[in-house]
């Protein structure tokens, strides 16, 4: 029997408690006109939101078809907002609501998992739905859509999920709220008798659901009858491998493995229900997915942030230009491929120091390994990790201070193809937990500090203590293994396999000093693509001593077959590193390369006056000197240069995404300040490297064409064979990284500046940062480096305050310390008066902040949107605090 489309049905089924039904008009947010009911061939009467007739009455034919199905205890509603944004961009959105639930028949027939994926399959049979279709679910509704998705290959055309799981572990519980929920008498009197389950999901919405939207939702469960499908649908969750139906959960999840159409993954990870253990499962089983967790969403996302947007970008096609570009394998031919450790294999007999670690103690001797002896202590942890279960693929968190315990776990967890994970302590505790809920680690080596903070906020992964513990710590620590025995384990035991080139190796997080710290992928293939990039253009090899003030980079060594050492400092905080410790090192290591971050380097030429002749005559050996990190002045970097006088200076410019982009050295620094541009000249892409620009817009965003042309301030964009495989379930984040690109494997840094005539890269700001003023946009730094020159100046930021478009520029400044300023507000007279002469373009006010607020990993990059949160502050008569 064919069936269709209808309008407002009768309740007078004999057949049923309750038929189906259209909206009632005035629900906030939803249309009316896309309210539809059908019954199909078996006589169900489904109701459901279409926004079909929208897209006909302006002659639109759709892209495709979007099949959403809600979960329990909601209903088509939910996707409202989905509905919308599709007949605006162009894409049919069918969302149903289930038997038994919102505003379908109450047939009063309990329904299992395999009925529910039977009935979507009648409907979309009744609405005579063709391909392409994209399916769309939520919480249970997610697995009923993946059902549907795996029965109807030739229809799919992608799949996209909100908080769900397709698999139930044997060995893990159910999640607290969905065991009380089946306990006994609970189930019947919470989901039925009254509205204790409806009304405990609501409450997970953050922030809480404006009254009327709570009611739309309470809207079809006004009775107990009316909420018996409430009731089954928790009845029918498979808790046991006895459920009747857990087999059809295992063939979905199964099924869900073998789909190979595009797939987007938007969490919410403050769900009591779905937590991030079922999207690991989702990742694991879709590993081709764009992923993104709402920070702060919970088990409702889709009422707690925007999700209609990010799932039309997706569908514009976002998703299948990743799928279709150039994969990272492209790096690199496998006759080719030298692992990350095989400089470490080169010298595996060698009895020289490999590793020094001058961090201990100031009365401390340095700590010295040997290339034998680190080579023996990689493959140990590596056999006893193979032996304790990690395996190719297993993520595992290193929360180990720098120095020679944490290389020699990074090369043994790479060396087994376990994926290391690398996350600062300078992200905070906040920072640090969001990181690794969001890499999900199966395994965690950390010492006590680190053992601490996983246990009381609850992050993933076997622990395994760094350092020895007493029992009693262990077992108040939750310590499964010491790195100790784990080591000993091991001892004369084989490797498994090495991993291949196009294997993950590493998840590194960005310094969160730019927006939320995100985790970057990178593949074996490019990891030792970056090594190599590194070994060419500084000209690296065994005899090179490498003194890293940035103790991350120290690691690189072993890569290199080259000794690293890392000087006394506070590695978490770079500015403590002084200009004695750098010649200590490089006595200590026979050193001639020195690389530090732009706050060491401003600490290490303050500290210059302390050396004596044998300080000087050592770092008169360096050869070449590098500073990472972020752009560093013509003026510093000169007074860099008379500390270490046969140095030639590097200043590379790259981000985590992708380590090396540009380079320029002294000279061209010079040649850079001869002929001065806005911001900071960071030189011409390096071999192999390609770097365009793409213009900004009135409004500050980076809409134009990627281009080489000179003179065009935009959005610096790149392509390596370095370059990030990816982001790490927040890939949802890089659609604006492959945005109007062309074609192949590019990144949008998030930086901003231009191309000169020669070629070179100036750096003006962050696109975050830049003003949009009457005027039109305008990037910082330029200014920035005028209002530096002033005598009272050591550093500057300009910020804009007031509504977009109409900003005004507020030039904040820290003042030299001579200047005695140590309180914050607005500037003296005099000096507003020399800030203001100085800067090129007009200043609505300079301010005074005594120190700057900065990123912990650099202790450089300054923090321009908290500062404009606060010059707003400020300038409106708030209370005048450090900012």
Known sequence: MSARATGRTSRTS??????????????????????HVLQDARGARWHYLDNLPDLADRGVEPAGTVLAVHGNPTWSYLWRRVVAAGAAAGWRVVAVDQLEMGLSERTGEPRTLPQRVADLAAFTDALGLAGPVVTLGHDWGGVVSLG?????????????????????????????????????????????????????????????????????????????????????????????????????????????TRLDVPALLLWGPHDPVFSDRYLDDLVRR??????????????????????????????????????????????????????????????????????????????????????????????????????????????????????????????????????????????????????????????????????????????????????????????????????????????GRELPPEPGPHDEAAVLFTSGSTGPAKGVVYTHAQLSALRDVLATHFDVGPATGLVTGFAPFALLGPALGTRSVTPRMDVSAPRTLTARAVADAVRAADGDMVFLSPAA?????????????????????????LSTGAPISADLLASAGTLMPRATAHTPYGMTECLLVTDITSGGVRDAAAAPDAGVCVGAAIDGVDVLVAALDDDG??????????????????????????????????????????????????????????????????????????????????????????????????VGVGPAGVQQAVAVVEPVASAGLRRPGLAPAELGAAVRAASPVPLAAVLVAPAMPTDVRHNSKIDRARLAAWADGVLTGGRVGAP
């Open 14 to 35: 004999s057949t049923s408690p309750r038929a189906a039904d259209t909206v009632p008009p005035a629900l906030p947010g939803l249309d009316p006109r896309y309210s």
């Open 148 to 256: 549907w998705a795996v029965d109807h290959p030739q229809q799919l055309a992608g799949v996209a999920l909100l908080n769900t799981a397709v698999h139930q572990s044997d060995d893990m519980p159910l999640p607290a709220a969905l065991r009380l929920a089946l306990a006994g008498p609970v189930l019947p009197l919470g989901t039925r008798t009254t509205r204790a389950f409806l009304e405990t999901t609501l409450a997970l919405a953050r922030p809480r659901l404006p009254r009327d939207v709570a009611e739309a939702y309470r809207l079809p469960y006004r009775t107990p009858a009316a909420r018996r499908g409430i009731e089954g649908f928790v009845a029918d969750i498979p808790a046991t491998p006895d459920h009747p139906s857990r087999p059809e959960l295992d063939r979905i999840a199964d099924g869900v």
């Open 286 to 491: 879709l590993p081709h997915a764009h992923v993104h967790r709402f920070a702060g969403a919970g088990h409702l996302v889709a009422e707690d942030v925007d999700v209609a947007s990010p799932i039309m970008t997706w569908l514009g096609g976002a998703a299948r230009s990743e799928l279709s570009a150039p994969s990272a394998s492209s790096v690199g031919s496998p006759s080719s491929f030298v692992p990350i450790w095989g400089g470490l294999d080169a010298r595996a007999a060698d009895d020289s120091p490999a590793v020094l670690d001058m961090t201990v103690g100031e009365h401390d001797a340095a700590r010295s390994v040997s290339w034998r002896a680190l080579d023996r202590q990689v493959r140990r942890i590596a056999a006893g990790l193979h032996g304790i279960g990690v395996r190719r693929g297993d993520r595992v968190s290193l929360l180990v201070e720098p120095g020679p315990t944490l290389t020699a776990l990074v090369y043994a967890c790479l060396r087994i193809g376990a994926v290391v994970v690398v996350a600062d302590a300078g992200l905070g505790v906040r920072g640090l937990t969001r990181a690794q809920r969001g890499a999900w680690p199966g395994y965690v080596v950390a010492q006590r500090k680190g053992l601490a903070a996983a246990r009381a906020l609850g992050w993933p992964g076997v622990r395994i203590s760094a350092d020895p513990l007493p029992a009693a710590a262990r077992r108040a620590l939750g310590v499964r293994h010491e790195l100790i025995d784990v080591a000993r384990s091991g001892e």
């Open 601 to 625: 380097v401003l600490n290490v030429v303050d500290t210059g006056g302390a050396l004596d002749a044998a300080d000087r005559a050592a770092l008169g050996r360096v050869r070449t000197f």
């Open 701 to 798: 965003a980076a809409t134009g064409r990627p281009e080489a042309t000179p003179g065009v301030l935009g959005e610096v964009v790149v392509r390596a064979g370095h370059l990030k495989e990816r982001y790490d379930r927040l890939r949802l984040t890089d659609l604006a990284a492959v945005r109007d690109v062309p074609p192949g494997r590019w990144h949008r840094t998030g930086d901003v500046g231009h191309l000169d005539a020669a070629g070179r890269l100036w750096i003006e700001g962050r696109l975050a940062h830049v003003l949009t003023t009457p005027d039109g946009p305008l990037a910082p730094v330029g200014t920035e480096q005028h209002v530096e020159r002033v005598e009272q100046v050591r550093r500057a930021a300009l």
